[in-house]
């Protein structure tokens, strides 16, 4: 091949290759290390989902997001898009708008939304599940996306290593007597 009125064979290519560092042939030992360990990531099924599941879910907490949060979540873009145009066509074409007013934000839903409550209808005040509640919360939202759950035999059992009367929401124990006694044991 002729550039810029050179022949070009890829003699970069083939020195690459053939370095005396071995930089080549470290880097192509790596590619195919990289590439088995993708094949074994593939046939054990690490993650625990499958790839015809289109369910969303993070892979730190594998909870499974509900269909809301996930038609929140892949409409994300094209929703941005439209605000886009929206914004040029009020602030900048019509110019109803005041450029410099405030945008209005858009909440989307996430799989933090999962752990949100409402803890009082009347004032409309929503706390976040934490501590022990949390792993009810995702045996429920499991059962609730089609996943097989068990729930009387997870029933069964103590779900905490303290008991809730001892222990604050966050985690941190009482400051009274009875947790005192359970602290010394």
């Known amino acids: 091949m002729k550039l810029f009125n050179k022949n070009d064979d890829d003699e970069d290519i083939r020195t690459?290759?053939?370095?005396?560092?071995?930089?080549?042939?470290?880097?192509?030992?790596?590619?195919?290390?990289?590439?088995?360990?993708?094949?074994?990531?593939?046939?054990?099924?690490?993650?625990?989902?499958?790839?015809?599941?289109?369910?969303?879910?993070?892979?730190?907490?594998?909870?499974?997001?509900?269909?809301?949060?996930?038609?929140?979540?892949?409409?994300?873009?094209?929703?941005?898009?439209?605000?886009?145009?929206?914004?040029?066509?009020?602030?900048?074409?019509?110019?109803?708008?005041?450029?410099?007013?405030?945008i209005q934000k858009v909440q989307s839903k996430k799989c933090a939304y999962l752990y949100k409550q409402t803890v009082s209808e009347k004032q409309k005040v929503t706390k976040m599940f934490k501590a022990d509640r949390k792993l009810m919360q995702r045996l429920f939202n499991a059962a609730n996306s089609g996943r097989a759950v068990e729930t009387a035999s997870v029933l069964e059992h103590e779900l905490s290593d303290v008991p809730l009367s001892f222990a604050k929401a966050?985690?941190?124990?009482?400051?009274?007597?009875?947790?005192?006694?359970?602290?010394?044991?």
């Open 16 to 102: 690459f290759k053939n370095r005396a560092d071995g930089i080549g042939l470290r880097v192509s030992s790596e590619e195919e290390y990289i590439k088995k360990t993708m094949q074994l990531f593939g046939s054990y099924d690490i993650f625990g989902v499958h790839e015809e599941e289109n369910r969303l879910f993070p892979i730190s907490s594998k909870d499974v997001a509900t269909i809301d949060i996930t038609d929140d979540l892949l409409t994300c873009e094209s929703l941005g898009k439209t605000l886009l145009k929206e914004f040029a066509e009020k602030r900048l074409k019509e110019q109803n708008v005041e450029f410099y007013a405030l």
């Open 170 to 185: 966050s985690g941190k124990m009482h400051e009274t007597q009875k947790t005192s006694i359970l602290q010394g044991q």
